[in-house]
């Protein structure tokens, strides 16, 4: 594949690297308005060429594929250009900022014969697979409720919520686990450094098999946290991707309620048995990634994160933030 990079801004150099690294990469391309970042790239990887105009790569016959990370707002806009142009792409997340946008991309995408993916690189990360086949096999029951924070102190950003910026990724990865999206969203934020741009929010969401949901994500916050607990009928599980070793622990605790056989009180019996870090193979999420999407444009084979699951992360994103600005009203998922 022939492959080009749109935007080298804080992402976009190491997505770069990793389709560098990879053997079905035939030939790069570096694109960015800013000439001192193609400067960069062209010290570290001598070999790849650099383009300042991302419209000159429109007509280039060569082009199979693009990799598009700038900033949400021109998601669509260049999306659809190289569509209309016949190439492939691979959008960072989210996948675009708003419904409509993602609706007629992936129309595009279908009338042309195209692959679009989103950079949803937690689908692709070894603990939150293992997670999944965890919860696949039945070990934690039946899932009560899923709470995660996402939080750190920075890095505020100009165009988009907290919710935008860090809720995609806890979003993608617990539709992937629970394999369904919500039925209901409620948010409540605030923006208290810039005006207009909530810094924190609460996002709680139900699904239509019971489990219910509650995502923290911030960018005010003394340390940094990636924590999300699982609560099963079973047992439960603590994923931390902060810890450098025992990223996944699963707790053989629970209560069990048991009726009252006489006119006596119910009972309630907690068990607290054994902790066991299962143990999780180590790779990059990303080069899995890259090496997916270049997979799936020389097969035509659908993306595991192909535009209808940035769709769906896209709709949520939408009725988060529409709740946030409107007194946390709850919103029903269509």
């Known amino acids: 594949m022939n492959v080009a990079v749109i935007g080298l801004g804080y992402w976009g150099p190491n997505l770069l690297r990793n389709l560098y690294e990879i053997k079905s990469c035939n030939s790069l391309i570096a694109c960015d308005k800013d000439e001192s970042k193609l400067e960069k790239i062209k010290l570290r990887y001598p070999t790849v060429a650099i383009e300042k105009n991302y419209r000159n790569l429109l007509t280039n016959d060569r082009l199979q594929a693009v990799v598009i990370a700038t900033p949400v707002s021109s998601h669509f806009p260049i999306g659809q250009d190289f569509l209309k142009a016949g190439k492939h792409i691979f959008l960072e997340k989210p996948f675009t900022q708003n419904t409509a946008e993602a609706e007629k991309l992936l129309q595009l995408a279908e009338e042309k014969n195209l692959i679009t993916m989103v950079g949803h690189t937690f689908e692709y990360s070894p603990p939150v697979l293992k997670i999944k086949e965890i919860i696949d096999s039945g070990e934690l029951g039946k899932i009560y409720y899923i709470s995660t924070s996402r939080v750190n102190l920075g890095l505020h950003q100009k165009d988009v919520s907290v919710i935008w910026d860090l809720a995609p990724h806890d979003f993608s990865i617990l539709f992937h686990w629970l394999e369904a999206e919500p039925i209901r969203i409620s948010a409540m934020g605030k923006d208290y450094v810039q005006k207009n741009i909530p810094d924190v929010a609460f996002i709680n969401m139900e699904f239509a098999s019971g489990c219910i949901a509650h995502v923290q994500v911030s960018w005010l916050s003394p340390s940094k946290l990636r924590r999300t607990a699982i609560i099963g009928s079973k047992k439960m599980l603590v994923y931390d991707d902060t810890e450098n070793i025992e990223k996944v622990k699963i707790y053989d605790k629970g209560v069990d309620y048991k009726d009252p056989e006489t006119f006596g009180e119910f009972q309630l019996s ?65």
Do not use: W
Not at 319 to 333: G, I
């Open 270 to 334: 907690y068990r607290s048995g054994d902790v066991v870090s299962p143990y999780i193979k180590n790779f990059e999420p990303l080069n899995m990634e890259m090496k997916h999407f270049l997979d799936c444009c020389g097969t035509h084979q659908r993306p595991k994160t192909d535009g209808y699951n940035g769709l769906r992360v896209v709709k949520a994103l939408e009725a988060a933030e529409k709740s946030l600005r409107n007194n946390s009203k709850v919103m029903e998922m269509k």
